[in-house]
């Protein structure tokens, strides 16, 4: 097989694209790679494919070759130690180590990046919470510029093909290192990569394919969050630059403090302070619930510190069914000051009771963990 024949050489056909002939040179180069395969004929054939490989992954050379002139009749043959000028050493790195050891993606970097994600913060009531809302949130962001539609050129114009890189994004340096003349590659510093040129930005967005503005979205707050819950919208943040996907709008839910309740989970939390007849002789209270004004029956003899639940009466559990209950903690408030007739009437109930002298029960002042465990699961 003639050397000549790079196609041939790298087994692929004469219209194979870019990437076909790099992953057939890849393949080659791991299998004929000097270090793997050490004798004079394999490496003259890895020679061969590395010239084959460095004209036809280069537009300009393959262009030349395919009209049938020399890409290296201006001198640069093959250098010391046999390897051609620009030998694509990154591509060798590549071919055992993947893309990370060849320095990462190679051609053109495109203009189009993914929009940055935003958070706000959303102050909810508890009611809001317990039950889910809709809110109307004004959001300044990027979004894609009407006028240029996220190209960043001015209308009726495009970007132009790079001149220095001629449109790959990057250009090669070549160097001498022990295996010869060594080719490095970088991106081109005047598209930045990018491989073209806006010469004639849009006007409206400066060519970065976006602009600034505030708009307003609706959005469903579940039933269920609780202070700290972050909700994710998909897709509702920013434009990317060059009219890139957009990035994702997170809510950070503040929960508001409530003038009566004390949200613990699903569950809501609250004192009632009754004085110590009601306690003895039992009444009935109208509450304020988040269903509304219901009758709370106080039993007789209750006692303070215990308490009364209201089940099915807290916060609806957030992406389940059911609720957390309301649990009334009891405080029998003691007169601190009695009038003549009080006094009386409280020593005549003593009297009847048999406490005129109570011995009292005494107890150890601090009761231990699972004591404390025992009587929350008894409901004292």
């Known amino acids: 097989m003639a050397k000549s024949d790079y196609y041939g050489t790298l087994g692929v056909r004469r219209d194979a694209s870019a990437e076909e002939i790099k992953k057939a040179y890849r393949r080659l180069a791991r299998e004929l790679h000097p270090d793997v395969n050490p004798d004079?004929?394999?490496?003259?054939?890895?020679?061969?494919?590395?010239?084959?490989?460095e004209v036809l992954s280069d537009p300009n050379k393959r262009q030349m070759y395919d009209m049938g002139a020399d890409?290296?009749?201006?001198?640069?043959?093959?250098?010391?130690?046999?390897?051609?000028a620009g030998f694509?050493?990154?591509?060798?790195?590549?071919a055992f180590f993947g893309a990370a050891g060849g320095g990462g993606t190679r051609g053109p970097r495109s203009r189009a990046r993914r929009g940055r994600n935003a958070t706000i913060r959303v102050e909810l009531d508890l009611r809001e919470s317990a039950f889910g809302t809709t809110r109307e949130l004004v959001v300044d962001t990027a979004v894609l510029c009407e006028v240029c539609t996220g190209s960043g050129a001015a209308s009726g114009t495009h970007p132009d093909t790079c001149d220095m890189c001629h449109g790959r994004g990057e250009v090669s340096q070549v160097t001498r290192s022990f295996l010869g003349q060594v080719m490095t590659s970088r991106p081109c510093p005047q598209c930045g990569g990018f491989g073209s040129i806006i010469r004639n930005p849009c006007q409206e967005c400066s060519g970065d394919g976006r602009v600034r503005t505030r708009r307003t979205i609706k959005v469903r707050i579940p039933a269920g969050v609780e202070d700290g819950t972050h909700i994710q919208l998909a897709g509702e943040g920013e434009i990317?630059?060059?009219?890139g996907p957009p990035g994702d709008l997170f809510l950070e839910i503040v929960e508001r403090s409530h003038e009566i309740f004390?949200?613990?989970?699903?569950d809501l939390h609250?004192?009632?302070?009754?004085?110590?007849?009601?306690?003895?002789?039992?009444?009935?209270?109208?509450m304020e619930t988040l269903d509304g004004a219901e009758e709370l029956d106080i039993r007789p003899g209750t006692q303070s510190g215990q308490t009364i639940p209201l089940y099915g009466r807290g916060v609806q559990r957030l992406n389940e069914n059911g609720r957390g209950d309301l649990l009334i903690h009891v405080n029998v408030e003691t007169p601190a000051r009695l009038d003549p007739a009080q006094e009386e009437l409280m020593r005549e109930l003593a009297k009847l009771r048999g406490e005129e002298r109570p011995p009292g029960k005494f107890a150890p002042g601090q009761q231990g963990f699972f004591s404390r465990l025992r009587d929350a699961f008894n409901g004292r």
């Open 270 to 286: 609250c004192t009632v302070q009754i004085p110590m007849t009601a306690a003895a002789l039992g009444t009935v209270l109208t």
């Open 71 to 84: 890409p290296f009749s201006s001198g640069a043959g093959a250098g010391p130690g046999g390897f051609g």
């Open 40 to 53: 004079p004929e394999t490496q003259e054939r890895f020679k061969d494919i590395t010239q084959a490989y």
């Open 240 to 243: 990317g630059p060059g009219g």
């Open 262 to 266: 004390e949200r613990r989970g699903d």
């Open 88 to 94: 694509p050493f990154s591509d060798i790195m590549d």
